[in-house]
């Protein structure tokens, strides 16, 4: 029988550095949880990723801004959204004193 697991387990005290934990990875799919807490992308940082993209905010809240676009998405817990491949994007903002964290599925 397969083990279950908790996407809000095993997040360390101190985090310098967002956390990228792999869940599920093969050729088509691959699942990832990432914890931030006051983490943002720099003004130059942008990610421009040959997949599509959807995630959703388990925890926390962030803001995300996307090339081109005037205005920012903002997003609270349970927000959810696809960013289709090469749409560049970054982190603007997450909550500094909660766990900001997202399931993001790569296809």
């Keep these: 029988m397969p083990d279950a697991k908790n996407i809000l387990a095993d997040i360390p005290a ?4 967002e ?3 792999s869940l ?3 050729e088509q799919l691959h699942i990832e949880r990432i914890v931030s807490r006051g983490h943002a992308n720099t003004k ?7 997949h599509d993209e959807w995630l959703i905010l388990i ?3 962030a803001i995300l801004e ?5 205005e920012f998405k903002t ?3 349970g927000d959810y959204l696809l960013i289709p491949a090469h749409c560049r994007h970054r982190v603007e903002w ?8 997202w399931l993001a599925v790569h296809f």
């Excluded at 130059?44 to 040959?50: G, H, P, R, S, T």
């Excluded at 996307?66 to 005037?70: E, I, K, L, N, S």
């Design 14 to 17: 101190q985090l310098p550095q």
């Design 24 to 26: 599920l990875q093969n």
């Design 94 to 101: 997450t909550e500094r004193d909660i766990n900001s964290i």
């Design 75 to 77: 997003l609270q817990a």
């Design 59 to 61: 925890q926390g809240a």
């Design 66 to 70: 996307f090339a081109g676009q005037a």
């Design 44 to 50: 130059e940082e942008w990610y421009d990723q040959a």
């Design 19 to 21: 956390l990228f934990t």
